[in-house]
């Protein structure tokens, strides 16, 4: 009865939300006729709209554009400048080189080239998987890590699996049976030769059983892995995850004399060694929970490899075979990551001068990471994806027709990146989120809305910062799991950042640990795009990301506070308040 009742209200869930929570949050501006109370009537509209989704997350991204002038909180002028600033900018750069990586496969070759490398016994494999997974995502979406990934796990998981049931066949004393009739008839010949007992009940093999459980166990492990290292590693660079680059637009908006203090050195240095905690532990945890703590088996150190390791490592050298000898397209994009790279940790390096100081005047001010991501991305539209072909002065008179066609070719073929294929693949829909966001931000705190938060929030200043930083990296822990990651960190760090500032502590010191939680969605399929893509493959339920996923997130928030409490507090001078969060961006 309950739910008949309630399935009318569910249809018009979103027709509800959509219209009513503007109305009932009317009064807010109609009786307190200030501007901040207009500028958080608009926030408080986007944050239900955000954590809900009835209406696509980037469109209401687009809301301060109408809303903030017509309400007279911030300018049209103003508000449009941040949708496109520099922090964004330095985001769609990282992106376009990442777009180049994956159209010519170079992930796909690293990938594969890594996991040859470490071995194919079971946790090496493992470590294999998080290994390659975590780096490519420091550089590339988690979405278009965990999509290449997972097909890969998928292949080696099949075919030991395949081998498995031969090894079993032949153990059986089945002679020697036709392969691909075995593959063909695997489901039905699962079933193993048993007798009969009296009650004529047919009883099962407690050994294959077991080993059936071991397998799923063994396919969820490997599994969930990859979703879980796609996670971990896109926050160790600055580009690598939406909710760092929302820190960094953030801190250049509420604190513009910062020194820059947040740059893509400063940030890998503090959140590099933390991601490898991080993976180290969840790798130790993935072990425990699927495969057991069987050392022996696990590593096989000295031992032969079984027939089901050398299957794995038969898949990776196929797919390693299919993409045969690295092309020039994949040498030169290789070459432009590695040079964006080099030129993001010199340009101001913080204890040496970097190339920006030394070959620019005035460099360290004019010069920030967006340039040379930007001027990067325009090589790669400019550099050919073949060789240049040099054809001579003189022509040959053999075959004229030949050589007139040669002469009509370009000297350079096409670019290694064309419009299309950016336009394509770019996730528009982010950048209007992150500018959204830091419109958000910026109208806070010139309407005083900042001011005034954090105000109320003094009575905490009798906690210490450690704690204070572990409860809010566990709220957002949580809270993540159920919204978008950089909705998350837009609508929480201008708060925290009030709060930091009105107890006099270190912003970093709060905002830091909890933009880093803001990437742990460890416990649902809905929580991120790496879990919903390995949910989807049906080796895992609901049930099994939940009970890892818990102890994922502890292991998180325990990890960043160690951070922010040994190596980054010395690295930010997290102890000192510092004289450039007395002013925050509010004349």
């Not at 090496?124 to 990934?149: D, E, H, Q, R």
């Not at 532990?281 to 096989?300: E, I, R, V």
């Not at 030949?402 to 096409?414: C, G, M, R, V, Y």
């Not at 510092?578 to 509010?586: E, G, K, L, Q, R």
Request: net charge positive; with cysteine.
């Amino acid at each position: 009865m309950a739910s008949t009742c309630l399935r009318p209200l569910l249809r018009y869930r979103s027709f509800a939300i959509l219209f009513l929570t503007p109305l009932l949050l009317l009064p807010l501006p109609v009786t307190v006729q200030t501007r901040e109370a207009k500028c958080a009537y608009i926030i408080i509209i986007m944050a239900v709209y955000w954590c809900t989704e009835v209406i696509p997350l980037a469109v209401t991204s687009l809301m301060p554009v109408v809303f903030f002038p017509l309400l007279g909180v911030r300018s049209s002028k103003s508000v449009c400048l941040q949708y496109l600033n520099d922090t964004n900018m330095l985001f769609v750069g990282g992106l376009i080189v990442a777009i180049s990586v994956e159209r010519w496969n170079l992930h796909k070759r690293i990938a594969l080239r890594v996991l040859l490398i470490l071995g194919v016994k079971p946790a090496l494999l493992m470590l294999g998987f998080m290994i390659v997974t975590a780096f490519l995502s420091m550089w590339i979406s988690n979405t278009a890590t965990t999509a290449m990934m997972v097909p890969i796990v998928q292949a080696v998981l099949d075919q030991m699996d395949n081998t498995e049931h031969d090894v079993t066949m032949m153990e059986q004393g089945t002679g020697q049976t036709n392969t691909v009739i075995e593959l063909e008839e695997k489901s039905a010949s699962d079933l193993p030769s048993v007798h009969v007992i009296s009650n004529g009940q047919v009883p099962d093999d407690p050994r294959s059983s077991e080993e059936r459980k071991m397998r799923k166990r063994v396919c969820k492990g490997m599994t969930l892995c990859v979703c879980y290292a796609a996670s971990i590693g896109g926050t160790a660079t600055l580009t690598g995850t939406g909710p760092n680059i929302v820190l960094k637009g953030q801190m250049n908006q509420l604190y513009p004399n910062n020194n820059d203090i947040v740059n893509f050195a400063s940030w890998f240095g503090f959140a590099f060694p933390n991601m490898i905690l991080m993976l180290v532990l969840a790798w130790f945890w993935l072990q425990c929970s699927f495969m057991g703590l069987n050392f022996k088996k696990s590593w096989g150190c000295g031992t032969e490899r079984t027939a089901k390791e050398k299957a794995a490592c038969d898949v990776l050298k196929a797919e390693m075979k299919k993409l045969g000898p690295i092309s020039y397209a994949e040498f030169n994009v290789l070459l432009m990551f590695v040079l964006l790279v080099l030129l993001w940790f010199t340009r101001h390096p913080g204890f040496v001068k970097g190339w920006a100081t030394g070959l620019f005047p005035r460099g360290e001010k004019f010069i920030t990471d967006s340039a040379p991501a930007v001027f990067v991305a325009l090589l790669l539209f400019i550099l050919p994806a073949n060789k240049p072909k040099f054809t001579g002065c003189k022509t040959s008179m053999s075959d004229p027709e030949q050589t007139e066609e040669d002469i009509k070719k370009p000297f350079l073929s096409a670019p290694l990146l064309d419009w299309n294929v950016v336009q394509r693949k770019m996730p528009w829909s982010i950048v209007l989120l992150l500018g959204g966001g830091f419109a958000l931000a910026d109208a806070s705190a010139n309407s005083g809305l900042s001011a005034w938060l954090g105000h109320q929030m003094t009575p905490l200043g009798s906690i210490p910062p450690w704690a204070i930083a572990t409860v809010l990296s566990l709220i957002i822990a949580v809270f993540t799991e159920c919204t978008s990651n950089v909705a998350t960190a837009t609508l929480f760090l201008p708060v925290f950042s009030s709060m930091a500032t009105s107890v006099k502590i270190h912003p970093l010191y709060v905002m830091l640990p909890c933009t880093l939680s803001a990437s742990f969605a460890f416990m649902l399929p809905v929580a991120t795009p790496p879990n919903a893509i390995v949910f989807s493959y049906g080796h895992i339920r609901v049930l099994d990301m939940v009970k890892t996923g818990i102890v994922m997130n502890i292991i998180g928030v325990l990890c960043v506070t160690l951070a922010i409490n040994t190596w980054g507090r010395s690295m930010f001078e997290l102890d000192t308040f510092p004289a450039w969060a007395n002013t925050t961006a509010n004349q």
